[in-house]
């Protein structure tokens, strides 16, 4: 069936490092959404990405969506503390499904 | 400040009873959605409505688990009887179009059956 994978599973970096997470379908997604979710806490939106090959920026957050629609990616730039949590991908291919990324697991190091 | 509210935050229960969790969608959201969230599993969708009317509930074992919407202001899923397996963080989402657009997510259930 339809899965949205995530690498890596898990990821630890020293502060100020980057980092990045990679989303991937089966299936051609007609967008994708970027979700966050701290220790404890209930995912929170952060953005949507919709057009082939489109990329956005939220201060040191780089969203990517690949030229097929079938991946993206999540860059963070010089990770802080404040960075920490799992980051969630979710692809809605064409009709009403849409599916959750496997998450990855964020731990930074002060 | 719009925000989905969730009740009880926290259930424990023994396996065999019934358990009903309430979500409150924020006022003019019209898709509903309900996650169980486990460490082995991630974020699995259960089931969702748009309009009050279900979409989709393939998520969802259907011998235990029912999910509701008796009204636009509330949501309901239930799990009856609850078993050990059914141990999992519940969050219930709304937003204004299913697989398009934000969902904001409640706080979530945590349920524990023993």
């Known amino acids: 069936g339809q899965q949205v994978m995530q690498i890596p599973q898990y990821q630890h970096v020293q502060e100020g490092e980057d980092f990045t997470t990679y989303c991937n379908s089966s299936t051609t997604l007609s967008n994708i959404q970027w979700y966050k979710q701290r220790p404890g806490g209930h995912p929170v939106f952060l953005i949507q990405?919709?057009?082939?090959?489109e990329v956005k920026k939220q201060k040191r957050l780089t969203f990517q969506f690949g030229e097929a629609k079938k991946n993206s990616s999540l860059h963070i730039t010089a990770t802080q503390t404040t960075d920490v949590g799992t980051y969630f991908c979710a692809g809605s291919p064409p009709g009403n499904q849409f599916y959750f990324g496997t998450g990855t697991s964020l731990t930074v190091i002060p | 400040d719009a925000r989905v509210t969730q009740t009880p935050r926290h259930k424990v229960t023994e396996m065999g009873q019934e358990v009903t969790m309430r979500c409150q969608p924020i006022l003019g959201h019209n898709t509903v959605f309900w996650y169980r969230q486990t460490m082995m599993q991630g974020l699995e969708l259960l089931a969702y409505f748009r309009n009050r009317a279900p979409l989709d509930d393939s998520g969802m074992p259907k011998d235990r688990f029912s999910a509701e919407m008796p009204d636009a202001t509330l949501a309901t899923l239930k799990i009856q009887p609850s078993e050990p397996r059914d141990s999992a963080v519940y969050f219930c989402?709304?937003?204004?179009?299913?697989?398009?657009?934000?969902?904001?997510f409640g706080p979530g259930t945590r349920l524990t059956v023993t």
């Open positions: 989402a709304s937003g204004l179009e299913a697989g398009l657009g934000e969902q904001y």
């Open positions: 990405l919709v057009k082939s090959g």
